[in-house]
């Protein structure tokens, strides 16, 4: 990869950022009078942990990776713009993404003012790794990679990512926030190999969490480093602290939870399978299923008319009378069946 610092925005890297309270003084104390809180006890009356070091501690047990790896997010969204402010010039620099994929990483470009380039992936889904190695030119700063992905549910090949990995020199983002619902394993095991390698993960999915907004970046030390400067101070507030912190302590009932969702995925895509206007059930490595309908438009409304909703991918590109369906309860996804068999869906 090219050196970090070529990789890094000037403004950003001469960056003295800002230090809080809680940067200055870390450590124990009984009278804390540096901070301008109100002495009160409300539970909530002292500034959070900037950098979340207990909460780290506990995600770097259950991940196997050193907290200084660890970078935590309003949800995957925030570190998603952070590499943006943090890589690319705006007016000047670009990203290269596979097409179709998340959408805020189009999204954020376009906040940042930042070139995009979408390469699309090939018929089956798999990525074309020469078209988006050849998209890249001297100004691209970041590929944004998703595996599994949304809205198509399939993992990306682990050689295409390698290759990319190894022949790309910039950034390189896989995004996971599906990979508890896969077989394959993560690419955490090889932060240490790959400096140019960003991982997001997400306590929104799997875990259950998604009104408390707790995203995961992993990346060698220099590039938290980067993030850490960048970010706001207390970007992750007292009570999403707390209660992600809780939530850890009971993997136990979120791996439950995956089981089941993994049973439901295979039986919900065996009976939708069956159904006559469903022309595929897509293989899906993740909490939803991308389905190739007659008429995605139409069973989309009726099935708004009967009070569920999907997420209609009719305009996505290759995913032409698409709907993607959540794996929801037993009962939820026998009602969504029951509806496929209906009539004028
Ligand atoms: C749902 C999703 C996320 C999660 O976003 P959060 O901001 O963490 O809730 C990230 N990436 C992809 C591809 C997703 O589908």
Same mark, same amino acid.
């Given at each position: 990869m090219r050196d970090l610092e070529q990789l890094v925005r000037k403004n950003i890297w001469n960056l003295k950022p800002y230090s809080c309270a809680r940067d200055e003084f870390k450590g124990e104390a009984s009278?804390?009078?540096?901070?301008?809180?109100?002495?009160?006890?409300?539970?909530?009356?002292r500034y959070p942990d900037p950098r979340q070091l207990a909460l780290k501690a506990k995600i770097s047990k259950i991940k196997n990776?050193?907290?200084?790896h660890i970078m935590l997010g309003n949800g995957s969204d925030e570190p998603i713009d952070l590499v943006y402010r943090i890589f690319c010039e705006p007016g000047i620099d670009n990203v290269v993404a596979m097409e179709p994929t998340y959408g805020m990483y189009g999204v954020c470009a376009d906040i940042n003012n930042v070139e995009y380039r979408r390469i699309p992936l090939n018929a089956d889904y798999s990525l074309n790794v020469k078209a988006m190695l050849d998209a890249a030119?001297?100004?691209?700063k970041v590929m944004w990679l998703c595996?599994?992905? #949304?809205?198509?549910?399939n993992l990306m090949n682990r050689n295409d990512l390698r290759t990319i990995l190894k022949s790309f020199d910039g950034i390189v983002v896989i995004d996971e926030a599906y990979i508890d619902f896969s077989s394959e394993t993560s690419w955490l095991t090889e932060i240490d190999t790959y400096s140019n390698l960003i991982i997001l993960q997400t306590f929104s999915k799997a875990w259950g969490m998604a009104g408390a907004r707790c995203g995961m970046a992993f990346a060698s030390t220099q590039i938290i480093e980067l993030f850490n400067k960048v970010?706001?101070?207390? #970007?992750? #507030?007292s009570l999403t602290q707390n209660i992600i912190s809780e939530r850890i302590d009971k993997v136990a009932e979120k791996e439950n939870q995956v089981s089941i969702i993994l049973e439901e995925r295979s039986r919900l895509a065996a009976e939708l399978a069956q159904s006559p206007i469903v022309e595929c059930v897509y293989p899906s490595d993740a909490n939803f299923l991308l389905v190739k309908v007659a008429d995605a438009d139409k069973t989309y409304k009726a099935l708004v008319e009967k009070g569920t909703i999907v997420r209609n991918r009719n305009t996505v590109k290759l995913c032409g009378n698409c709907l993607r369906i959540t794996i929801g309860t037993k009962e939820e996804n026998e009602i969504l069946v029951k509806e496929f068999r209906s009539e004028g869906v």
């Open positions: 009278v804390f009078l540096d901070a301008n809180e109100n002495p009160f006890y409300s539970g909530y009356n990776i050193g907290a200084e030119d001297s100004h691209t595996s599994p992905n #949304n809205p198509t549910g970010k706001y101070p207390y #970007n992750i #507030n």
